[in-house]
C-alpha cells in the first residue's frame, strides 16, 4: 500500500553520482552567499533611510528657533482680555514735583539818555604827540575818551580819575601823572554817541610813585608803554621811545667853518 502525501512532499534528498556530503555543502554555501547578499542590502537600504530622515528633519536647535520666531509676542497689557492689568489708584499725598533749578539769565540794563556811562560803552586811548623822543625832552601825551554807545550818557573825566601812566615793558610802573600833582577836579561830561573827550598832560621824563617820595629819578633810554586809565577801564598800550642824546664834538681850535654843503636840489 502507497501513500499518496509522500508523492506530494518535497524531496531534499540529493540525488546525483557524487556524493550525498558534496552536495550539502553546495546547499550550505549557497544559501550562505545569499544570506551575505540579503544583509548587505539590507544594510545599505537601512543608512539609505536614516540619511533621509537625519535631513528631512531639522535639528533641535533649528527646531527651537524656527518655535520660537513662529511664536507671537507676548500680548500687551489690555490687548489679552483674559489678562486683567492692575489698577494703580491716584497718589493722594504725593508732594508736587519741584522745578529744577536753572540760572537766571541778567539782561544788560537798558541805558537811558542822560543815565552814568557804563565801562561798556566807553573806550579809552593814549596818543604821543610823536613816536620817539630823545633823553630830556617833556613828551606830550594826550588822554582820550570815546563814547562808543548808541545813546547819550554821562561820566566824571576830571583829573581825580583820568589818569596817564608810563611803564617799562616788562611792565614795571614808571610814572603817572597823579602821583606828584594829585587832583580833586570833577568834570562830569554828557557824551553824544561817538563824542571824544581829550586831556592833555605833560611828562617831565623823571620817574615817580604814589605820593611822590624824593629824591626822583630820571629814566634812561629805552622802549616805554603809555597806558590811560579812566577808573577801571584801561586803554591798550602805546609804545614809544626814548633816545639817547647825541652831542656834538666840540670845535678844534684854529679851525674855520665847515665846508658848505651841496646845493639843495629843485623840488619839482
Known amino acids: 500500500m502507497t501513500c499518496p502525501y509522500r508523492e506530494d512532499v518535497l524531496d531534499l534528498e540529493p540525488h546525483g553520482p ?19 547578499v540579503i ?13 533621509t530622515r537625519s535631513t528631512e528633519q531639522p535639528t533641535a536647535a533649528e527646531s527651537q528657533s524656527e518655535s520660537a520666531e ?12 483674559d489678562v486683567k492689568s492692575p489698577i494703580q489708584p491716584p497718589a493722594q499725598n504725593a508732594p508736587p514735583p519741584t522745578a529744577t533749578p536753572t540760572a537766571a539769565v541778567v539782561p544788560p540794563p537798558i541805558l537811558k539818555e542822560g543815565d552814568d556811562c ?23 601825551f594826550t588822554m582820550v575818551v570815546t563814547n562808543i554807545g548808541l545813546v547819550a550818557c554821562q561820566r566824571d573825566v576830571g583829573a581825580a580819575v583820568l589818569a596817564a601812566y608810563v611803564y617799562s615793558l616788562d611792565n614795571q610802573r614808571l610814572w603817572s601823572n597823579l602821583d606828584c600833582a594829585p587832583s580833586n ?6 557824551f553824544q554817541p561817538g563824542e571824544q573827550v581829550t586831556t592833555e598832560v605833560t611828562w617831565t621824563g623823571m620817574g615817580s610813585a604814589p605820593n611822590c617820595p624824593l629824591p626822583r629819578q630820571p629814566i634812561g633810554p629805552g ?12 586803554s591798550a598800550p602805546v609804545p614809544f621811545i626814548l633816545a639817547e642824546a647825541v652831542h656834538a664834538p666840540p670845535p678844534v ?11 639843495p636840489a629843485p623840488v619839482g
Not at 18 to 36: D, F, M, T, V
Open 118 to 140: 557804563p565801562d561798556s560803552t566807553l573806550a579809552v586811548k593814549g596818543i604821543t604827540n610823536q613816536p620817539q623822543f630823545i633823553v630830556g625832552d617833556q613828551p606830550k
Open 185 to 190: 577836579e570833577t568834570l562830569i561830561k554828557t
Open 39 to 51: 544583509g548587505i542590502v539590507a544594510a545599505v537600504i537601512t543608512v539609505v533611510v536614516v540619511n
Open 18 to 36: 557524487l556524493p550525498r556530503q558534496i552536495y550539502w555543502r553546495r546547499r550550505a554555501l549557497a544559501l550562505g552567499i545569499a544570506a551575505l
Open 223 to 234: 622802549t616805554y608803554n603809555l597806558v590811560v586809565q579812566l577808573g577801571n577801564l584801561r
Open 253 to 263: 681850535d684854529g679851525a674855520g667853518p665847515p665846508p658848505p654843503g651841496p646845493a
Open 70 to 81: 513662529a511664536a507671537p509676542p507676548p500680548p500687551l497689557p489690555g490687548e489679552n482680555p
